[in-house]
């Protein structure tokens, strides 16, 4: 069973500033990870699967990179708007496909 | 767009009542979860199901139950509430639990008084 860490637990960030934070999990038995986004009142959004070491994924002003070696995914954010404002969830799969959820990063932006 | 939805977004209930959640998707997924989100956790699995009347114990099964009669609807049922299963349950579905992505739906807040 995998163990998962976010950090920050959560985070004030200035509109139009970028930012970035981390998911931290066992690098042995590792087989993906997904990244999700949860907005107030809205349901968890799916924003990136990914399994291989070194990979990038973009979408937008968000990107995430993958070090597998190490046991770490960042998410980076550029030029932040109220609009990204929401729980970052970070889930790595194991190599029995065994799915743990961390308690996500709460990023706020302030106008 | 798939789209999962969930009978409702509020409930109270008494302790000891009988209680059912139910999910529905409209994609054709397979794959179909039942998770509880409490403040300071991750989303916990209570159960999942890979096909229609088949389920897998997640990691907090005791006190649930689920039925999956058709494809599209899951069902997670507390046969007896309790206080410590006030909680904000989410229902998720999937095409494939390995290498996809969960497809949410919004949840309800469920308060067992």
């Known amino acids: 069973i995998l163990n998962v860490e976010q950090s920050p637990q959560s985070l004030h960030v200035q509109e139009g500033d970028s930012t970035n934070f981390t998911c931290s999990f066992p690098s042995s038995n590792f087989y993906a990870l997904h990244w999700y986004r949860w907005e107030t009142a809205k349901s968890p959004e799916a924003l990136f699967v990914m399994t291989l070491n070194g990979d990038e994924k973009k979408k937008g002003r968000i990107s995430a990179t993958l070090n597998t070696k190490e046991g770490y995914s960042y998410l980076y954010i550029k030029g932040s708007q109220p609009e990204d404002s929401a729980t970052y969830l970070c889930s790595p799969m194991d190599s029995n496909y065994q799915l743990i959820w961390g308690a996500g990063t709460k990023l706020i932006i302030k106008p | ?113």
Request: proline share 3%; charged share 25%; hydrophobic share 30%.
């Open chain 2, 1 to 113: 767009d798939v789209k999962v939805t969930q009978s409702s977004r509020y409930l109270v209930k008494r302790t000891g009542e009988k209680v059912f959640l139910e999910c529905v998707q409209d994609m054709d997924h397979e794959n179909m979860f039942w998770y509880r989100q409490d403040p300071g956790l991750g989303l916990r699995l209570i159960y999942f199901s890979y096909d229609v009347k088949m389920k897998e114990k997640g990691d907090i099964p005791e006190g649930y139950s689920v039925s999956r009669e058709k494809k599209e609807r899951f069902s997670l049922i507390l046969e007896s509430a309790s206080t410590n299963q006030t909680s904000m349950y989410l229902c998720a579905s999937s095409l494939s639990y390995i290498s996809y992505e969960q497809y949410f739906g919004p949840g309800t807040r469920l308060t067992v008084t």
